[in-house]
């Protein structure tokens, strides 16, 4: 998944490269360069067109991401409840980008009870996505404040399609962790759709 920063990375290198181009395409009209020097506009011209192409190719990938976002968004309750664990990290990492939050996935083992890192206005949370068919309990809650140590959070979240234990609803209050259940969860939804 491509961040901020190497969009802005890439953006700033292909100015720089589209500069260089055009000084030693000015300097080669101009007859400044001798004809060593030919070898080097071509190179520059190779140059610019490989990271054109590959500025163009990273735009289209973040569209089509953009596009699957809003498809999973769209996606209604009984789909939600359809999706494999995988799948319905995605669709909270979609209906949490649509809210404004910039997510990034944690690797599939070894994740400390965290599955997605989503930073909004500089907080960094650590976020469990757990589709479950029953009721989620407090254990959800202790693996992701556990983990939101491990991955330098300093809030939590837990969102799934179900509801939750009392036990698991007292844990989150003493620990301020968020629940997000079934109902928070299309509130979620709505409010990324209207943005």
Do not use: P
């Not at 890439?10 to 490269?17: C, I, N, R």
């Not at 698991?168 to 301020?176: G, I, K, N, S």
């Amino acid at each position: 998944m491509e961040t901020d920063d190497d969009g802005r990375q890439s953006a700033t290198a292909l100015q720089w490269l589209g500069i260089w181009a055009a000084a030693t395409s000015l300097f080669a009209l101009t007859g400044l360069l001798n004809s060593a020097f030919w070898l080097l506009a071509v190179l520059t011209a190779m140059i610019f067109v490989v990271q054109g192409w590959r500025s163009w190719l990273a735009w289209l990938a973040r569209r089509q991401d953009a596009r699957l976002d809003a498809l999973y968004r769209a996606s209604g309750q009984a789909a939600m409840d359809a999706m494999t664990g995988v799948e319905f990290e995605r669709y909270v990492a979609a209906v949490l980008r649509g809210a404004g939050y910039r997510v990034g996935f944690t690797r599939a083992t070894g994740d400390f009870g965290v599955d997605l890192i989503a930073t909004k206005d500089g907080v960094r949370t650590a976020v469990q996505c757990k589709r479950q068919s029953r009721t989620v309990g407090g254990a959800a809650v202790q693996q992701v404040v556990a983990g939101a140590a491990v991955h330098g959070c300093t809030a939590t979240m837990v969102v799934s399609n179900h509801r939750y234990t009392r036990a698991a609803q007292h844990l989150a209050e003493v620990h301020q962790c968020l629940l997000v259940d079934r109902i928070g969860l299309v509130r979620l939804v709505r409010s990324a759709r209207r943005a």
